[in-house]
């Protein structure tokens, strides 16, 4: 116990509080107008490795805040820091250090630290900072975090409204991790790979979360830079491939593997192929859901909303029965398209074809019924 006391103790340095306070601007007028002395930056130097050191060893009991934690939290510790960077000249290197804190900070401590305002806020002033006009240097470690922070989220949903809300303190773009992410999609290297990954983490969360699917298909420019990209990368492949001898018939992967137009355009198109993945998995689950309940449902009034539900129902515009019509021709859609790539894997081919057999099975659920109304429209189709 009197480890912790010293330890609050230490934080609580009254000459480094003083010193955040001093070169805060919105605390005193005149902040901007001072410059920051070497003593005064070693101090708050020192304090910043100690306060991350205590944050992360730190281990609460149940569900509570740890002491130091507390402490940071309200004392708005992690904001007073972001101000005092601006207030010295806010540099590649310093933005650096400061993503670097904050990868540690939410990979390594044992408390859920972006469940807490205070030090999300600062975090999100941060990563805004980072944007548009960084070095190579600020994005890899920026690309780093971002995958991070994607990786935790869709461990713990129930962070992601908290992301929006303080996008929209901010007065950016809401869910700004994900826009963020976005001009990376066809970057090549490490942190174009990187980025991808994030990427999909939430885009498995938009499966489940319409929020999410909604934010992504209206207010962000993720699918149009995602085909867009794809077709200049297609446009940059080489017009002639070396002679392979006479037996050579396809691009197999030891093949495209020694060209880096190649190998940058199927990074694209795997992470499409993952994209779509996930979207058609959603559909086949949806479908085999409505299956189930109309195997269930003996009440004969139930009964007759499911299938006034299926019957007369429409979707942007379109009956739901001529959707789910659609779908048992789906296989033979993308027959061609799977035909002519190679996709790295067969997953996708897999689930398609298992989506025509689930919508199948619904079908042989309806015509199990014997509803008259039922058959007209299926003979009808």
Same mark, same amino acid.
């Given at each position: 116990?009197?480890?912790?006391? /010293? /330890?609050?103790?230490?934080?609580s340095n009254t000459k480094v509080l003083k010193i955040l306070e001093k070169h805060d601007p919105l605390k005193n007028t005149q902040a901007k107008y001072g410059a920051i002395s070497p003593d005064e930056a070693s101090t708050v130097q020192n304090y910043v490795e100690h306060m991350l050191f205590l944050l992360i060893e730190e281990q609460a009991k149940d569900a509570s805040m740890?002491?130091?934690?507390e402490f940071v939290v309200s004392e708005n510790i992690m904001e007073k820091l972001f101000l005092w960077s601006l207030r010295r000249e806010f540099t590649d290197e310093t933005k650096i250090e400061q993503l670097k804190m904050y990868e540690m900070l939410v990979t390594q401590s044992h408390q859920p630290l972006l469940h807490h305002k205070p030090i999300l806020k600062p975090l999100m002033m941060l990563l805004s900072s980072c944007s548009g006009t960084a070095t190579p240097t600020v994005e890899t470690e920026l690309v780093v975090l971002l995958n991070q922070l994607c990786s935790i989220i869709a461990k713990d949903p129930s962070i992601l409204e908290l992301f929006f809300h303080t996008s929209e303190d901010q007065g950016a773009a809401n869910f700004l991790i994900f826009s963020l992410l976005i001009p990376f999609i066809h970057r090549e290297g490490t942190v174009g790979q990187q980025a991808r /990954?994030?990427?999909?983490?939430?885009?498995?969360?938009?499966?489940?979360?319409?929020v999410v699917a909604n934010h992504i298909a209206e207010n962000t420019y993720f699918c149009p830079v995602l085909a867009t990209g794809l077709s200049g990368l297609y446009s940059s492949l080489p017009t002639k491939l070396e002679e392979k001898g006479e037996e050579w018939h396809c691009l197999l992967k030891d093949d495209w593997l020694l060209s880096p137009a190649l190998v940058q355009f199927m990074n694209s198109l795997e992470f499409c192929n993952a994209v779509i993945q996930v979207t058609v998995e959603e559909v086949m689950t949806t479908t085999a859901y409505l299956d189930l309940?109309?195997?269930?449902?003996?009440?004969?009034?139930?009964?007759?909303?499911?299938?006034?539900?299926?019957?007369?129902?429409?979707?942007?515009?379109?009956?739901?029965?001529?959707?789910?019509?659609?779908?048992?021709?789906?296989p033979f859609r993308y027959a061609g398209k799977i035909g002519k790539v190679q996709f790295p894997d067969e997953k996708l081919t897999f689930i398609i074809f298992q989506l025509c057999v689930v919508s199948l099975a619904l079908f042989r659920t309806l015509i199990g019924l014997h509803c008259e109304d039922v058959m007209l429209q299926l003979v009808l189709r």
């Open positions: 116990m009197q480890n912790v006391v /010293d /330890d609050i103790e230490t934080l740890g002491s130091i934690l /990954d994030a990427l999909l983490f939430i885009m498995s969360l938009s499966a489940e979360n319409n309940f109309l195997r269930s449902v003996s009440e004969p009034a139930l009964l007759k909303i499911f299938l006034r539900f299926i019957l007369l129902h429409r979707h942007e515009n379109v009956h739901i029965l001529d959707t789910l019509t659609s779908r048992i021709n789906t």
